[in-house]
């Protein structure tokens, strides 16, 4: 019988696991803090750990870290709320197993428990009998490698990195929610003078404003209600590194105001303490709003803002580079393999239609997330249309066409031609790529409708 440590701090959440998991044959110690968890760790040996991203004494990746360092061999799962899941996949290069995302689908929660326990005793066997084979590519450890696309907008995106990383220019990336600007920031980081450095996250939407200040720059222990111990603030941690800031838009205009000043003077005073502290970071920050408008309205200082956009980055939307739709899906999927443990080869051709068709309004984010609940639910060698959400099939009933102005050959073949060589001022090349077919294809159809 396999055991489990549970840490949690929400008590009827963390039972009501406590008794799934029970009936599921498992041996289950439950943990409601950090401090707790520590003590049962000492007192008895596990199997695996499932712990909270958040504890009311330390965070779950922090902790992640300690256990593993004292006992490496024990898989840890990352418990996280919906908004976390970025947070917890790139844990995930530090160690963690896997991650289960609230609220939980039970056979899910088996799946990932039941494929850690798995691949921890395949790892224990062969350490045992010392055979040298290669190592199993990491779940996520391209989680952070920016995947080059080959669309256009892919193209100018990448040339951006490369201009503003070697520098230390301030970079705001705008762009829709699910456009991958923390990977697009951690590409900055990587290819900068400070990789060797820090490169600190922060979802400045997930700090409550009475918080921010002891979360950027750190306080004593006794400083206010709860400080139990003194703590880091993230722009210590990110000090000689990278510090980056996403959805800054959320901030409330007084959290603005100590973080231009921080900014300002590159000196951060922890709460509670009188003695300053210097830093030396770099920051990138990101939102899907439009910020000038917020200045406009005065929910934005535009002092703040001139401060942290010295450069600019568009983060395009998936409609933006439907190019790279299938260069995304293809690596989504190797990532989905190797998280759950599967071998599908690739996608029906009808699978592939239905994602050119769709509008995938969530953008990357929805497109992994939608490959990965695919190839969870497929049992053959390809991911067929029958796994795919309710919603890829609405759209495609309700609005055929998906935008203003999309090109398919289905209907009105002639017509759509003619409208997409004019669209490209008759260069054939850019008119097979509107209209997804080989320019071979299309001088085909040129001749057969007699177009000139």
């Given at each position: 019988m396999s055991k489990i440590l549970v840490i949690e701090d929400d008590i009827s959440f963390c039972k009501l696991l406590e008794k799934f998991l029970i009936k599921k044959a498992y041996d289950v110690t439950v943990a409601f803090s950090?401090?707790?968890?520590?003590?049962?760790?000492?007192?008895?040996?596990?199997?695996?750990?499932?712990?909270?991203?958040?504890?009311?004494?330390?965070?779950?990746?922090?902790?992640?870290?300690?256990?593993?360092?004292?006992?490496?061999?024990?898989?840890?799962?990352?418990?996280?709320?919906?908004?976390?899941?970025?947070?917890?996949?790139?844990?995930?290069?530090?160690?963690?197993?896997?991650?289960?995302?609230?609220?939980?689908?039970?056979d899910e929660v088996l799946l990932v428990i039941t494929n850690a326990l798995k691949n921890s005793e395949i790892e224990e066997e062969v350490q045992t009998k010392e055979i040298k084979a290669p190592k199993k590519k990491e779940a996520t450890s391209s989680e952070n490698e920016f995947v080059r696309g080959i669309s256009v907008a892919s193209k100018k995106l990448l040339d951006h990195i490369h201009l503003v990383s070697p520098t230390d220019m301030s970079v705001l990336i705008i762009g829709e929610s699910g456009t991958g600007k923390e990977i697009i920031a951690k590409s900055i980081h990587q290819q900068s003078t400070r990789k060797n450095n820090n490169f600190i996250a922060v979802d400045c939407g997930a700090i409550p404003k009475e918080l921010a200040a002891s979360e950027f720059f750190g306080h004593l222990k006794g400083s206010f209600t709860g400080a139990i111990s003194d703590k880091m603030g993230y722009f210590e941690a990110a000090n000689g590194g990278t510090l980056f800031l996403d959805e800054i838009g959320n901030l409330s205009y007084e959290n603005q105001i100590q973080l231009l000043r921080a900014l300002q003077e590159r000196k951060i005073k922890p709460v509670g303490s009188n003695k300053e502290i210097n830093v030396d970071i770099r920051i990138i920050t990101a939102t899907n709003e439009d910020l000038r408008e917020a200045v406009k309205n005065g929910d934005f200082r535009e002092d703040l803002y001139h401060r942290i956009n010295e450069f600019s980055i568009l983060s395009p939307s998936l409609k933006d580079r439907e190019e790279d739709l299938m260069v995304f899906a293809e690596y989504f999927l190797e990532k989905a393999n190797n998280q759950l443990n599967k071998e599908i080869i690739g996608f029906s051709p009808e699978v592939v239609a239905i994602f050119q068709k769709y509008n995938w309004p969530g953008n990357l984010r929805e497109l992994q997330n939608c490959v990965k609940r695919a190839t969870l639910l497929t049992r053959g060698n390809y991911i067929e249309s029958d796994v795919l959400p309710a919603e890829f099939f609405q759209v495609q009933k309700i609005n055929p066409q998906n935008s203003n102005e999309t090109f398919s050959l289905s209907e009105n073949e002639k017509e759509t031609i003619i409208h997409a060589l004019s669209r490209t001022q008759n260069n054939k090349s850019e008119a097979a790529k509107l209209l997804k077919i080989t320019r071979k294809t299309l001088y085909n159809k040129l001749k057969q409708y007699n177009i000139d």
């Open positions: 950090a401090e707790e968890a520590r003590l049962a760790m000492k007192k008895e040996s596990f199997d695996l750990i499932l712990t909270d991203l958040r504890l009311p004494d330390s965070d779950g990746i922090g902790l992640m870290s300690e256990f593993k360092t004292s006992n490496p061999e024990i898989p840890v799962i990352l418990m996280t709320g919906y908004s976390d899941v970025n947070t917890a996949v790139k844990a995930i290069k530090n160690g963690a197993a896997d991650y289960i995302s609230k609220p939980f689908n039970p």
